[in-house]
């Protein structure tokens, strides 16, 4: 066994698994799971840089891990950074921050990159279950960008497209850091479907995303939706792992969360503080992509990008 940490740094969270490794058996065994939200993307699509504030979050986070990490003893170490890092024009200021406190240089890999590590987190537990067989699409819906991967044993094919629901939210419901409609306006919702389905339509020169058999759905406004279906009084990352929901609960719950106010919003149980205000975006983006691929269901993984990143180093 081989004790790793990974952590993977989005637009709107930042994340960190330690767990020891055994490539013999395939099997990873969790020590410590966590999230922060960060909102390290705060504003990047309307000024291309990191506010400041937005790094202070992201650095006081990696302190926080850095004492994990040390604690568990983990043997390596790997950052991957995504979609507002990729974006942004200062972002060395950011390399440098996480260089200082962990002693690794933050990796600012390509979308493509990122949905390899996605398939494969989320999709080594699934082969040979007889109820979800391949092809996979695996959807990881960020804060910043979606990718889409298809296929069985390995990828076949792979996009990432900027929809996610930090950026769409930023772009459609916010005016001068402000929320512009509480709910929003079937004017803003319909702006953002269109922004999905032009991306969709880019993903779709790529990926086959209706040849596959099961949809693995991945991060955080996935889970949240799970966790709102289950009906669960807390997060629980256990009853959330590979839950299944036909597409009419998904929509049901969509249609809920587009004409709910932040206050109820808020008010839902398993609902992070974090989530409260890119939640409705992270949705719609859900529901359009089941409806291009055609499907019926939808499989929920906690497996994702880290677990991914925790196999490229064990």
Not at 206 to 219: D, F, I, K, N, S
Not at 267 to 276: C, D, S, T
Request: net charge negative; charged share 25%; with cysteine.
């Amino acid at each position: 066994m081989t004790r790793v940490a990974a952590i993977d740094c989005g637009t709107n969270s930042i994340r960190l698994l330690v767990a020891d490794a055994d490539p013999e058996t395939g099997q990873l065994v969790d020590l410590d799971r966590r999230m922060e939200i960060v909102r390290l993307g705060q504003g990047v699509d309307r000024t291309g840089r990191l506010a400041p504030e937005a790094l202070e979050r992201t650095f006081a986070a990696c302190r926080e891990y850095a004492e994990v990490i040390k604690e568990h003893g983990a043997e390596r170490l790997r950052f991957v950074a995504t979609s507002a890092s990729r974006d942004a024009e200062n972002r060395d200021d950011f390399v440098r921050g996480v260089l200082d406190i962990l002693g690794v240089e933050p990796e600012v890999i390509s979308g493509d990159q990122e949905a390899e590590f996605s398939f494969t987190g989320a999709t080594k537990e699934l082969t040979g279950h007889p109820d979800m067989a391949g092809p996979y699409l695996v959807v990881d819906i960020g804060g910043g960008s979606t990718e889409f991967v298809v296929g069985d044993d390995h990828v076949r094919a792979a996009r990432s497209v900027d929809v996610g629901c930090v950026r769409m939210t930023e772009r459609h419901l916010v005016r001068d850091g402000v929320v512009a409609a509480d709910p929003p306006t079937e004017a803003q919702l319909a702006a953002i479907r269109a922004d999905v389905e032009a991306a969709l339509d880019l993903a779709e020169e790529t990926v086959p995303l209706r040849e596959a058999h099961t949809l693995v759905g991945l991060a955080g406004s996935v889970t949240t939706v799970a966790g709102i279906a289950l009906g669960l009084d807390a997060y629980d990352s256990a009853a959330i792992h590979h839950s299944r929901f036909p597409y009419a609960r998904v929509a049901e719950i969509a249609d809920m969360l587009v004409r709910s106010t932040h206050a109820e919003r808020a008010a839902i149980p398993v609902m992070h503080p974090g989530r409260v205000d890119v939640i409705a975006a992270g949705v719609l983006v859900l529901l359009a992509i089941m409806e291009r691929a055609g499907a019926a269901e939808l499989v929920v993984s906690e497996h994702d990008i880290l677990d991914g990143i925790a196999w490229s180093i064990a």
